[in-house]
């Protein structure tokens, strides 16, 4: 198998788990026990996000990069559409505490209606 398939498929993971930080909390609306996996992934992105660390699939992905000899994104629709959204240019510290922030804001939202949702049920 190519290794920029094998890069390429960790970008869109990532980028899939990116979502599912974001927006799975929304997904217990329908079905709760989507919190099972949600809040410990929630957990990590919140983390990652707010101590400034790096989600070990970018380095799996950039040795998947460097083994299929590229040098950076350039040439497909994954890298011209999907890398800028796993990796927005301008980055800085303060944005990662405002995106850890929002993180939280939108799933305490999202998770209120669960429980809000859950306690009419009951």
Do not use: K
């Not at 290794?3 to 788990?17: I, M, P, S, T």
């Not at 990662?96 to 929002?102: I, R």
């Amino acid at each position: 198998m190519s290794y920029r398939l094998l890069a390429d498929g960790v970008l869109l993971l990532h980028l899939v788990f990116i979502a599912f930080v974001v927006g799975g909390a929304f997904l217990a609306w329908r079905w709760p026990r989507f919190s099972f996996w949600h809040l410990p992934m929630l957990a990590w992105g919140v983390y990652i996000e707010a101590s400034g660390g790096v989600c070990p699939l970018t380095p799996l992905e950039n040795h998947f990069r460097h083994l299929a000899g590229q040098q950076g994104y350039e040439g497909g629709f994954i890298e011209h559409y999907i890398v800028p959204l796993v990796y927005p240019p301008g980055l800085t510290r303060d944005t990662q505490w405002v995106l850890a922030a929002l993180l939280i804001a939108v799933n305490g939202v999202a998770y209120a209606g669960v429980w809000h949702r859950r306690r009419r049920v009951a």
